[in-house]
């Protein structure tokens, strides 16, 4: 069984940057998908950010697209989100996950466990 955590959320300015971080433990990370999804309140959980296990295939959603950067590192079974610019519309709880396959999914239903999700405030 795969467990996840994620870190470095918290308040930031419109404009500042933050840097989350998702750590795995269980399985072989190396072999996984890694996704990055957020939830604000009141809307459905919405993909963001994805990446394949060798680094080589990213998605992004329209809506960050410029403005954040997935990427992972096997050796220390971790992925990061990378978010400047940062908008009020990003104010959400974010959560990390993993899909079992090797190709990059948008939808939260391929992905097979998630995190517990970390809380991003950005104030205008």
């Known amino acids: 069984q795969v467990q996840l955590v994620e870190s470095g959320g918290g308040l930031v300015q419109a404009g500042g940057s933050l840097r989350l971080s998702c750590a795995a433990s269980?399985?072989?990370?190396?072999?996984?998908?890694m996704g990055w999804f957020r939830q604000a309140p009141g809307k459905e959980r919405e993909f963001v950010a994805a990446?394949?296990?060798?680094?080589?295939?990213?998605r992004y959603a329209d809506s960050v697209k410029g403005r954040f950067t997935i990427s992972r590192d096997n050796a220390k079974k971790t992925v990061y989100l990378q978010m400047n610019s940062l908008i009020p519309e990003d104010t959400a709880v974010y959560y990390c996950?993993?899909?079992?396959?090797?190709?990059?999914?948008?939808?939260?239903?391929?992905?097979?466990?998630w995190g517990q999700g970390s809380q991003v405030t950005v104030s205008s």
């Open positions: 269980g399985g072989t990370f190396s072999s996984y998908v």
């Open positions: 990446i394949n296990w060798s680094s080589s295939s990213t």
């Open positions: 996950a993993v899909d079992f396959s090797f190709a990059v999914a948008t939808t939260p239903g391929r992905y097979d466990y």
